[in-house]
């Protein structure tokens, strides 16, 4: 290890991707001693741009082929698990309660890592993605403190469409597909639309589609559209990956930590548990919130058909999987 480059990288972090450079670029984030424990990076982002090392007019830049040559150079926390998600099914309340141990580094929809993966799947360039992304995963996971010894990457939902990537970086770690009714999961878009909701705001290609067959698509035809994408996807994983594991929102949060901490061997101590317990009371990305489970609705529109065929496919996948 190069102490001189593990000193100059403490704290600092690849942000934002320039693709207009040539040759590629990123932008580089001081996160100080802030801990990472925000809902999603984005705000952990925020949090950050306010440190004077972040406001000053000389930007912080390096070329992006130096990162895989840096990432060598510091010591860090390999990826314990992966956490896919057809969204709004729990997975935010999860790494926020997995964030609620010291010894865990939790990465929760890292801006960065869409940024590369998406920019390989544009150019036919999947393979430099994939070194970049594995490099930048090395320099996010950065053991901060002594006691980090595990780290959870919370994926965008979108991100299953890139598991075969991800796979071949991570072949011998834990994979968690959460998913929940897909119903549920519409009730909850239509009050708070995500990206992977609106039609050609991410690249359709990602989810398989035409981009003639979506023009005009109503938003919730579209979003079960994106369901049901998510949904075959994560049916084809379980016929093929032994370390894949289905998990259900109905099971609840603390089941699913549990269902986490064994597979990943995390031990979690009964004054933590008290710390998660309290944190899975109040909303998720609202933590000063108190949650309050939506009633369910007995009229289930007609888009929602196939979607619904295959969460039940799952499920039963699921059930026969815990018998």
């Known amino acids: 290890m190069n102490e001189t480059v593990s000193q100059a990288l403490k704290n600092w972090i690849p942000y934002r991707l320039n693709e207009q450079s040539d040759p590629l670029s990123c932008r580089w984030l001081y996160l100080g001693n802030e ?7 984005d705000e952990t982002i925020s949090k950050c741009m306010k440190q004077a090392e972040n406001s000053h007019w000389l930007k912080a830049v390096s070329s992006l082929d130096i990162l895989p040559e840096w990432s060598q150079q510091i010591e860090t926390v390999k990826p314990s698990a992966i956490i896919f998600h057809i969204s709004r099914c729990g997975s935010t ?20 890592f869409d940024a590369l993966l998406r ?4 150019n036919d360039k999947e393979e430099e993605a994939s070194e970049l992304l594995r490099a930048s995963i090395q320099l996010y996971g950065a053991r901060r403190n002594e006691n ?13 469409h890139f598991y075969p990537q991800l796979r071949a970086l991570y072949p011998d770690i834990p994979f968690f ?3 929940r009714r897909p119903d549920e999961v519409i009730r909850s878009q239509q009050k708070r639309r995500g990206m992977q909701s609106i039609p050609s705001l991410l690249e359709p290609e990602i989810f398989g589609f035409d981009r003639n067959e979506i023009t005009g698509m109503d938003m919730d035809e579209y979003m079960a559209r994106v369901i049901e994408s998510y949904l075959q996807a994560f049916i084809a994983i379980m016929e093929q990956d032994e370390k894949a594991f289905l998990v259900s929102y109905h099971e609840g949060i603390s089941a699913i930590v549990q269902q986490i901490a064994k597979a990943t061997n995390l031990e979690i101590s009964e004054d933590e548990w008290q710390l998660m317990n309290t944190r899975a009371a109040y909303h998720a990305k609202y933590p000063e919130q108190h949650f309050a489970e939506e009633k369910k609705e ?15 496919a799952v499920d039963q996948i699921r059930k026969q999987g815990n018998a």
């Open 148 to 160: 980090q010894d595990h780290l959870f990457i919370k994926a965008d939902s979108w991100h299953i």
């Open 93 to 112: 309340l999860v790494s926020q309660l997995l964030s609620q141990q010291s010894s865990n580094i939790v990465l929760s929809e890292v801006p960065f």
């Open 35 to 41: 801990p990472i424990t925000e809902p999603f990076f």
């Open 298 to 312: 007995e009229l289930i529109p007609a888009y929602l058909n196939k979607a619904l065929e295959l969460y039940h």
């Open 177 to 179: 597909l959460l998913y």
């Open 119 to 122: 920019w390989g799947k544009k």
